[in-house]
Structures are given as structure tokens and as C-alpha cells.
């Protein structure tokens, strides 16, 4: 939200000595995040006030076409700014804008003048008459859009002022994150509010005051009768309509210029007379109003009611949609004409030649908003009030102050205003009890009674003190001989209404240290009880396996849990997806079933930006269905996984004079895989073993089996989706299911022999099939306990060969706990091995 200061400042004075950057800092330790403080325009200087006196087209020299809208406009400016230029007269200026006319009072341009864009203006002359300057659109100056004719001033505007001065384009606007808990912050008179609060203790002159903008007071006419009827449908969300009728208004009547500066400098554009109000009064005060051209209005009644099945709308943005029963409606006798809260209907909507219009200022339930307008792909300054709760007593205020501006610039006659509402339906101001005992444990540190009432009261609140910090009624029976207490045990708060946020205790000790300052609350050393517990089996630290990936190479990432449907489509085939209801964007409409896609996704980006060696990894949930064994999916049912998933691609080490550009392979990724699985220990085996997934390179892909049981996969990524994708490099890929990859048992002592170490080589060729996982696998159980590790040393394909068939050489590293082993004990446990080689993996000895 944009805040001028000039604007809060007629709502609350604060202490002169905070300037912009103070007052930001304070309500940033409020709660208030001032993101940014910027002036009210760019940067220009040499911009004058002047005055058209005359007129007269410029002298055509070639043909018409060429220039048929230019004209010399003769141009006074008080004394000492036509002085800045060297005339003492009349300035004469070429000018094509539509609107030049004698007597409009206007910007200028003086020679030398600087304007947004490094835009210097000279002395010219078009088509061989002088133009000792330029006359200044709102967006030549950076005050708006419109380029389709000059500034307008008001015609007493001083003449020769500086156009900056003039209007405080110097002055400070606060860009304010308000939290979405906090709907009654996002209008002058919330942030006034929170700025009172804040203060209090500095000044007494913080109070909040309505001030309306300085214009001519407008004489209550006789009211007229209001031919418009309210109808709230029971149960459907709105609780309370205001509604006044003003006819005979003049909607071609143009918004004054404060009115379109405090708008553009809130960040709103100026539309008409009639829109430009009721987007001011909802800025000042917080209440989303409406306005109906009433002569479009079928039946004179405004219903506000559910959407039924097959309604459809056209809404002011021009498109056309269909509404449900979950949706709220405005209707008139012939159908929907807005949705509530959100955006308002083409059929009705005020246009320049609108005479009586119908004025709405409702409070919706936030349940019955919040989550509509994004289905429909919207986000409105209203819908993001209404879903946060706005002041559910607001509504005739915001109505008065509409109907009071609408007169003072289109004129007409007003209606009685009245009101329509469910009391029922109307929300509960609850009374919390806050216990001073509660407040010191979660601040840490005591806040003195007076100091807690002061802090509450400054922002609207009533505090009572309690009987006692129960919450009990005071006891009748007489009082025990205790010494007297100094301060209450608890307080009864009851928040204002526009407090929908204060629910429960905790709500009222946030309100209490915020306005104390969150940067003033002592530090304390948490304490906390010792339990001493038998070691059980653990999982490794996610910290311990980030820090493992990040120290070969990796980065970690985080990614939307909603992905791309046509990019999950490409990577896992036509699974069904989870779909949001109300997506944020299109390409992100549906959970992701793995973190793949989003960093194909990221590697995407960053190979656009030159990064030709790309390492990323994600530690995240993926979503999926949870289906019997029949494939039904269960009621409810979804299920969560957390997973660890990886990324490679580029070069297998980073470019460097000592290093060749070899690029990665699978064996690279299959490594970095390994690394994370022996933080496990090695209790359990892991393997790989071949396996076919859609979405990778046939025969370059691997389960990853821990114990037996897969608990990831890995591979490169296949050649086709790699051209689909665009990508340089094939990526490399792994995904770990993070619990079952990462359990370890508790670690065990193991004996280590003092006994050495013996050495056997052997050389056999196998089927070129033939995984080493298998020749592995038949080595350890025939050697038993005596092997401690067995070394692959060489891998050779060649004519020496017969084909289809591979030479492996091994290395067999034997060792006994008890007792040195002979030699004959070394070449019998060889023997062993070759011999159960050759019969269950058809191995040959290599001579």
C-alpha cells in the first residue's frame, strides 16, 4: 500500500522530529514493512505554472498531413521565470496537444529545463517558428499515463511557480507491506491509527481526527425518495448493506486535481468523477464501495445472494464467466450484476452520461470472499480488503463521506441513505482475558501494568481489569487477610470492530510488545529440561546431507510445490495430477508428484543465463495420490514424501587450465549418490540395478536398492525430452525418498585386526551384460568375512575379446580379526571365488 505523508499527516499528527526514514523505521518494528520510501514524482527541474493566453495554428509549409494539429500558443508566466529565459513578455510555444486552449492553465518547460528520462529542452524552432520551451503532458513529467494532451491546473494556480513546489512533488510516499492479517491497515485512517499509537508516548498532539480535504461545504438538499430496494439473502454472507441513491449528477465534470494526485500517488489511475470517489473513500477509510447506474437497474432492487448454477456475468473488465452457489452475488430482477466484494458488472456500470447512480457500501463475511476472486483470476483493491475483514460498523461513515465528495464535484441531489442488516449474521466482538503471568513467559520479560493498559487502550481497545487471572467474577464471600495487590491479575480486553484479527490471548501480547518495540524486548537464554534417553535408530541430520551435496558442488534450491501440468506431463507421463482449485497462474495449476520438474526447470533458466555448469538440489515434499491396491483413491486421499532430488549438468569439473572439459556422465552422479548413502553407514549394502523409467536414457538409468528395498532412482535424462526441452546438456538426475534413504541404527563398535593385509589380483572376462553389482555380490559371499574391500582396477573392451564379452580385473584385499593369513589361505580363498564365478556368471580366467 502507497502512503503519502501529506495525507496521513491530516489524519494524525506525529512528532515533527521523525522524519520519512524515522517514521518508517517505527512502523517497520510496528509490524509495518516500509519496502520502500520514494518522492511523489521523478526527478524534473525548470517546470513552471503558465497561462495560455492565445492561440492560432501553425503556418503550414509542406502538405497538411504532415502537421495538421500544431499550433503557437502564446504563453505568460509570472515576471521572474519569463526573466529565467530572456523575455519580458509573452513566450511563444509550438504545441499539438488537443486541449491547448486560451486560458488553460498548464506546465511549462522553460529552455534548459530537466525532465524524467535525461530529457533536456533547448530553444527550437519547428517548422521556422520559435518554441522557446514545451508545455507538459502528466506524462512527460512522470505524473501519470496521459500523453493525450497537457496538464491541466486550476485556474488559480500562481503563475511563474515551480510546478514541484506547487504541488509537494518533493514529498515522501511509503510503500507499506500490510500483513494479511491486518485488513483494517490497508486506509489513512488505519495506518493513522497504528501512528497514534506509536505517539502516544511522545506527544500529545497524536490523535486521530477525519479531516476531509480543504472545498466549499455543500448545503444538505431536501432529501428524495430512494427508488431502491435491499434484499440480503439469509446465510449467504453479507450481513450489513448501506446503500443511498444520488440523482442528477454531472459525471462529465472533471476530478479535481488533488483528488487525481492523492490517487495516482496511492497507485490508483483517475477514471470519472463518480469511480475517482469511491477509490478515495475506500483509501481513506477502508470500506470498498460500489456505484450502480441506477437507470440500468431492472426492477429498482439490489439483491445480494448466492450465484446459481449456469449465472453468468460480464464484469467490468469485459470478460464473461459462470458463477456457482459458493460464489456471491449482487442481482437485480433480471440476474447477477457483480460479484460481491470482488468486481462489478458491465451491465450496470457508471459511464460518463450516468445521472442518478446507486451507492454500495456492504461489509461481506471474509469466508464468503476470500478465495473468489482468485478462481476467477482476479485481485482487486476490493477483494483484498474484504478478505481480510474490513470495519463491520464503517459502512455509513464511508457512505456519507461518498455521497458528500460525489456532490461537491458532480452535484445532484442525495437520497436518505439507510441501511439493510442481519444482526444475527453480524460478527461477535469477543472479550479475551490477558493474564500478566502469560505475557511475561512469552516476551520474556514483564511489561508494567499501566504501561500493558496504555498500549491497548491507544489503539481502540476497552480494558477492564480482571477479578482475578482466571477470568473469574470477584467472590462474594469477604476477603482474606492478604496484603493488597498493586497490580490486576488479568485484564478483560475487548478489541474495536474493526479488530477482526484479536481472537485470543496471544493476539493481545503481540499487540503489547509490537507497540512496545519488538527491538527493545531483552534477550534471554532459553532453558530448557535434560532428558537423558537410550540411543534408538536415528536419521541423518538434512543438515548433514545439504552440506554434504553443497561440498561437491551443489546448490541448494527452492522451488513452487505447484508445477507446470504440461512440463509434469512431458517428465512422468499421463499420471492423474492434483489440481488446485484457485491456481495462481496457469503453468502452475497442479501439485507436483516430483521435484524434477522444478529444476529442469531452474537448470532451464540458468542455462539461458550462460551458466553452462549447473549442480542444484532440493530437499522438499512431493504429493501424490493415496490409492488401494485396486487403484480407487482413498477418501481424502493424499499422501506427502519427502524426497531429496538432484540435478547435474556441463562440465565435470569447473574450467580451469590443469583440467580437460570432459562432461559429466552417470558413473559422476551415481558417485555423488554413494557420498550421501555412507553417512548411513554401512550396515545395509546399496546397489544399483538397472531399470526403465519413461522419462530417462534407456540403459543409463539405476534403482537405488538399500538392503533390497528401492529407495531412489538416478539416470540421464532422455535424448528426446532433452531436444523437447530445449536444453544444452543432457541433466543428470537422482531422487532419494529422504526417510527410507537416510535411516541409520545407532553406530556399533567394530574390533579392528591388528593382523596385515593380503592382496589377490584376478582378470576374467564376462558377458558384456553382466553388472558389477552381481560379480560383487558373488565375491563377497564366497570370501566371506575375509574380504575387507574389493577394488575394480581396470574395465576393457577390445579385439583381444571375444565378442560380447567384457574384461574386468579385480582386486581382492583379505584380512582376518584372529590370525595372519598364509599364503595358501589367500590363493584357496581365490580359487573359491573363480570357481563360483564361473558357474554362476559364465566367467573366464584371463591368461
Not at 496521459?146 to 491541466?152: K, M, V
Request: with cysteine; net charge neutral; charged share 25%.
Amino acid at each position: 500500500m502507497k502512503v503519502p505523508l501529506s495525507w496521513l499527516r491530516e489524519w494524525v499528527e506525529w512528532p515533527r522530529q521523525w522524519d520519512a526514514q524515522e517514521l518508517a523505521r517505527r512502523l517497520t518494528l510496528a509490524g509495518f514493512e516500509v519496502e520502500s520510501i520514494t518522492p511523489a514524482a521523478p526527478h524534473f527541474s525548470g517546470v513552471v505554472i503558465a497561462r495560455i493566453e492565445s492561440t492560432e495554428p501553425l503556418p503550414q509549409t509542406g502538405k497538411p498531413q504532415h502537421a495538421p494539429r500544431l499550433q503557437v500558443c502564446r504563453v505568460v508566466t509570472a515576471s521572474g521565470a519569463v526573466d529565467a529565459v530572456g523575455a519580458g513578455s509573452a513566450l511563444q510555444i509550438v504545441c499539438g496537444a488537443p486541449n491547448a486552449r486560451p486560458g488553460l492553465v498548464t506546465a511549462l518547460a522553460i529552455v534548459g529545463a530537466q525532465l524524467p528520462g535525461d530529457r533536456r529542452i533547448q530553444q527550437e524552432k519547428r517548422r521556422g517558428v520559435d518554441s522557446a520551451g514545451m508545455l507538459c503532458s502528466a506524462r512527460e513529467l512522470g505524473l501519470g499515463d496521459d500523453s493525450a494532451g497537457i496538464l491541466e491546473l486550476p485556474a488559480d494556480a500562481p503563475l511563474g511557480a515551480d510546478l514541484r513546489g506547487y504541488l509537494d512533488l518533493d514529498e515522501a510516499v511509503l510503500e507499506v507491506n500490510v500483513t494479511p492479517n491486518r485488513g483494517d491497515a490497508l486506509s489513512m485512517q488505519g495506518l493513522a491509527r497504528e501512528v497514534a499509537a506509536l505517539a502516544v508516548p511522545l506527544t500529545s498532539a497524536a490523535t486521530v481526527t477525519a479531516s476531509a480535504p480543504s472545498a466549499p461545504a455543500v448545503t444538505p438538499p431536501p432529501t428524495v425518495p430512494a427508488p431502491l430496494a435491499v434484499t440480503l439473502e439469509a446465510g449467504a454472507g453479507t450481513a450489513r448493506f448501506a446503500a443511498a441513491v444520488l440523482q442528477g449528477i454531472d459525471n462529465t465534470r472533471p476530478t479535481p486535481l488533488w483528488m487525481r494526485e492523492r490517487l495516482r500517488r496511492a497507485g490508483v489511475r483517475s477514471i470519472s468523477a463518480v469511480v475517482d470517489v469511491t477509490n478515495y473513500v475506500m483509501l481513506e477509510l477502508g470500506q470498498p464501495l460500489h456505484a450502480y447506474d441506477l437507470d440500468k437497474l431492472h426492477g429498482g432492487v439490489l439483491v445480494a445472494r448466492r450465484g446459481r448454477a449456469g449465472e453468468r456475468l460480464q464484469l467490468l473488465d469485459g470478460r464473461d464467466i459462470e458463477v456457482d452457489e459458493d460464489v456471491l452475488v449482487i442481482a437485480d430482477e433480471q440476474g447477477a450484476v457483480g460479484l460481491a466484494g470482488i468486481m462489478g458488472g458491465l451491465r450496470t456500470a457508471v459511464a460518463p452520461q450516468s445521472r442518478a447512480i446507486a451507492l454500495e457500501a456492504a461489509w461481506f463475511a471474509p469466508a464468503a470472499i476470500a478465495g473468489r476472486a482468485r478462481r476467477y483470476g482476479l485481485s482487486t483493491d476490493a477483494s483484498q480488503r474484504f478478505e481480510r475483514g474490513v470495519d463491520w460498523c464503517g459502512q455509513e461513515r464511508a457512505l456519507a463521506r461518498a455521497v458528500l465528495l460525489i456532490r461537491q464535484i458532480a452535484g445532484g441531489l442525495a437520497g436518505e441513505p439507510f441501511v439493510v442488516e442481519r444482526t444475527r449474521e453480524l460478527p461477535r466482538t469477543p472479550i479475551v482475558l490477558l493474564r500478566p503471568r502469560q505475557l511475561q513467559r512469552l516476551l520474556g520479560a514483564p511489561v508494567p501494568a499501566g504501561e500493558v493498559e496504555r498500549r491497548l487502550r491507544a489503539l481502540g481497545m476497552t480494558v477492564t481489569p480482571a477479578a482475578n487471572g482466571r477470568g473469574e467474577p470477584p467472590r462474594s464471600e469477604p476477603p482474606r487477610s492478604e496484603p493488597p495487590r498493586s497490580e490486576p491479575s488479568g485484564w478483560h480486553v475487548q478489541p474495536p470492530s474493526w479488530r477482526s484479527d484479536i481472537a485470543i490471548e496471544a493476539d493481545l501480547i503481540e499487540e503489547v510488545a509490537r507497540l512496545g518495540g519488538l527491538d527493545v524486548l531483552p534477550e534471554q537464554d532459553a532453558s530448557l529440561p535434560l532428558v537423558p534417553r537410550a540411543p534408538r535408530g536415528r536419521r541423518i541430520d538434512e543438515g548433514v546431507v545439504m552440506r554434504t551435496l553443497a561440498a561437491r558442488g551443489y546448490q541448494e534450491v527452492i522451488t513452487y510445490a505447484f508445477v507446470d501440468p504440461a512440463l509434469q506431463r512431458v517428465l512422468l507421463g499421463e499420471q492423474t495430477p492434483i489440481e488446485l482449485t484457485n491456481p495462481i497462474a496457469a503453468d502452475l495449476s497442479v501439485m507436483r508428484s516430483s521435484l524434477w520438474p522444478g529444476l529442469i526447470g531452474a537448470a532451464r533458466e540458468n542455462l539461458r543465463r550462460q551458466q553452462l555448469r549447473v549442480r542444484l538440489f532440493e530437499l522438499g515434499v512431493q504429493f501424490e495420490r493415496a490409492v488401494t491396491a485396486a487403484g480407487a483413491t482413498l477418501v481424502g486421499g493424499y499422501r506427502e514424501q519427502k524426497v531429496l532430488a538432484g540435478l547435474a549438468l556441463g562440465a565435470r569439473l569447473p574450467e580451469q587450465w590443469a583440467n580437460d572439459r570432459a562432461a559429466l556422465d552417470f558413473y559422476d552422479i551415481k558417485g555423488d549418490v554413494q557420498a550421501l548413502l555412507t553417512l548411513v553407514g554401512a550396515e545395509e549394502p546399496v546397489t544399483f540395478e538397472p531399470t526403465a523409467v519413461p522419462c530417462l536414457h534407456p540403459g543409463r538409468c539405476a534403482r537405488v536398492l538399500r538392503g533390497g528395498i528401492a529407495v531412489g532412482v538416478l539416470g540421464e535424462l532422455h535424448p528426446g525430452l532433452v531436444r523437447t526441452l530445449d536444453l544444452t546438456y543432457a541433466p543428470l538426475l537422482f531422487e532419494l525418498d529422504f526417510a527410507a534413504a537416510f535411516h541409520a541404527e545407532v553406530a556399533q563398535f567394530r574390533e579392528v585386526s591388528r593382523f596385515p593385509r593380503i592382496r589377490r589380483d584376478i582378470s576374467i572376462t564376462v558377458p558384456e551384460r553382466t553388472a558389477f553389482a552381481s560379480v560383487c555380490e558373488r565375491v563377497s559371499v564366497v570370501a566371506s568375512s575375509l574380504l575387507k574391500e574389493l577394488r575394480v582396477f581396470d574395465v576393457y573392451h577390445g579385439s583381444e575379446i571375444e565378442e560380447g564379452r567384457k574384461s574386468l580385473a579385480l582386486g581382492l584385499i583379505l584380512q582376518d580379526l584372529h590370525r595372519t593369513l598364509t599364503d595358501e589361505d589367500a590363493d584357496r580363498t581365490v580359487r573359491a571365488v573363480v570357481e563360483d564365478l564361473r558357474s554362476s556368471l559364465d566367467a573366464r580366467i584371463r591368461e
